[in-house]
């Protein structure tokens, strides 16, 4: 099963997968749901495969019961958060914003649009 994990590869859902299935069956899981499956693979699929399959190991190895997400993590190597959000953040996202004052014009038509609005009430 190891052969077919590459060095440096994040996790892939197939390799999860096998790994989540493992892990219900070892501990004879039936509480956790489809929706936890999916919790957990977000979590988890930032981790290289090699690190999260040792990390599962050891906890088959040295927790009786099925493991909380923290619980594998305290296995994993450290990720840098911090990079992994913004990672997906578009950088306009970080730029300051500069507000515009609206002219008196435009106040007047904002007031009008709005008690229109009221007023169809």
Same mark, same amino acid.
């Given at each position: ?41 977000? #979590?988890?699929?930032?981790? +290289? *495969? =090699?690190?999260? %399959? ?5 906890? !088959? ?38 507000? #515009?004052?609206?002219?008196? +014009? *435009? =106040?007047?038509? %904002? ?5 229109? !609005?009221?007023?169809?009430?």
């Amino acid at each position: 099963m190891d052969k077919e994990v590459e060095c440096g590869v994040k996790l892939r859902l197939d390799i999860f997968n096998t790994y989540w299935n493992i892990l219900k069956r070892n501990y004879q899981d039936t509480q956790h749901t489809e929706e936890d499956y999916k919790i957990y693979y977000s #979590i988890f699929r930032e981790y +290289e *495969e =090699k690190d999260f %399959i040792k990390a599962v190991k050891l906890v !088959l190895k040295y927790q009786s019961f099925f493991p909380r997400i923290n619980e594998i993590v305290k296995f994993l190597p450290k990720i840098d958060d911090v990079n992994l959000e913004n990672e997906n953040i578009p950088k306009w996202m970080n730029q300051t914003l500069n507000p #515009i004052e609206p002219s008196e +014009e *435009e =106040k007047k038509n %904002i007031e009008g649009i709005i008690s229109g !609005l009221v007023d169809e009430k």
